[in-house]
């Protein structure tokens, strides 16, 4: 059988650098939309000063590696719901408080979005963050409105909303206490634990059966998951938010998500055993996606963290994906498809069977109200 080879989706030679600090990409591939591409030197981006900081996931090891700082803009946004009609995502509204995520997913499907406003899908997504200080507000209008037809929000689409900035500017509880106002259901997808600072609102929202957490579990491997998802909360602090949600009441499950076949598809049954045995009443998950610029940024991560697995890596994707590193067809981009898709399935299926994990809850409109509503009856 001949060997299968790769048409890479961007041309482009990552330059020689090293890993940096905190971040799961190490350099920013030209924007495909730009006709200037300028790569800054190490003494524009980085900054040298660590003392001050400290370890990220307790990886002192890294303090000798570069560091890049975060920037934060203001994003001047009219509306905040956003609408989609992909028939394979699961949702047709999302809402997103950030525009780009310093949780630093090497893989994330989301990174090419950072291209529409300029910047580049690598470094950039994870160190520019576009901050939309007026979401609430806006949120607030949208659901007043008469044209607004009371729905499931997802909490976020193409973002992590309780990525580390959000503990200091609080815009995602902002948009939850709007929510919970107008008690319109919202699922809500995140790494991070610093969903559990905001168990009162979901408490308020899970009396109305308008509220179900997801918190996305990609590894048990604290290693691996300090390199993949670098600024994301650990492998057993996730377990343990699913145990303090669930504790209060609120509808919790896993996203078992992405799987990386080659280096996280063995994990699937114990990750469903570990978040069942912390309470997890449901679970999804997808396959790695690699559009546009995520593919050579992936493959350049894998030259540095996991060089003997990279051919097994993304020959599995390839078998995935038609033999290519990506496939936005609709219906198998989610999941893939072939021989090895169906095994992922079926170890899918099975594991959550053994660990007594339903299907996800549907959430209700049946308590939503209109504050001009409310207004009236006095």
């Known amino acids: 059988m001949a060997k299968r080879r790769f048409v890479p989706i961007v041309e482009e030679t990552p330059p020689p650098s090293p ?8 350099w920013s591939p030209a924007n495909r939309f730009e006709k200037l591409h300028v790569d800054l030197s190490d003494v524009d981006v980085v900054q040298a ?27 001047g946004t009219k509306t905040i719901i956003t609408h989609n009609n992909s028939p394979d995502v699961g949702f047709e509204t999302s809402l997103n408080p950030y525009r780009g995520c ?10 090419p979005t950072h291209e529409y406003l300029g910047f580049s899908a690598g470094l950039d997504f994870e160190s520019k963050i576009m901050v939309k200080t007026n979401a609430p507000e806006l949120l607030r209008m949208e659901l007043e409105s008469p044209r607004w037809e009371p729905q499931t929000l997802v909490m976020s689409g193409v973002t992590d909303p309780y990525q580390p900035v959000e503990k200091k500017l609080r815009i995602t509880r902002g948009c939850l206490e709007v929510l919970a106002k107008f008690r319109n259901p919202v699922a809500i ?3 991070n634990r610093l969903v559990t600072r905001d168990i009162d609102l979901l408490r308020e929202l899970a009396g109305c059966n308008a509220v179900a957490v997801n918190i996305s579990v990609t590894s048990l491997d604290p290693k691996l998951q300090r390199v993949l998802e670098p600024r994301t909360s650990s492998p057993e602090a996730r377990l343990d938010t699913i145990r303090q949600l669930r504790a209060t009441g609120i509808p919790a499950g896993v996203m078992v998500a992405p799987i990386i076949p080659g280096l996280t598809d063995h994990e699937v049954p114990k990750i469903l055993e570990a978040c069942a045995e912390a309470g997890a009443q449901f679970a999804g998950y997808t396959i790695v996606r690699l559009p546009w610029a995520v593919a050579p940024l992936f493959e350049h991560w894998l030259d540095e963290h996991f060089p003997g697995r990279k051919e097994k890596v993304l020959g599995r994707i390839g078998h995935l994906r038609g033999n290519r590193l990506n496939n936005s067809q609709w219906r198998t981009r989610m999941t893939g498809e072939g021989i090895f898709a169906e095994q992922i399935a079926s170890l899918f299926e099975v594991g959550c069977r ?10 209700s409109t049946a308590a939503f109200r209109r504050m001009r509503e409310q207004l009236t009856l006095f």
């Open 19 to 26: 890993a940096i600090r905190g971040r799961g990409a190490s």
């Open 49 to 75: 000063d660590l003392e001050d900081e400290p370890p990220l996931n307790g990886d002192d090891v890294s303090k000798d590696r570069p560091r890049r700082e975060t920037q934060f803009f203001r994003d």
């Open 102 to 111: 310093e949780h630093g997913c090497i893989y994330c499907y989301a990174r």
């Open 189 to 191: 997808i995140t790494k």
């Open 354 to 363: 053994r660990a007594g994990i339903g299907a996800r809850p549907r959430l």
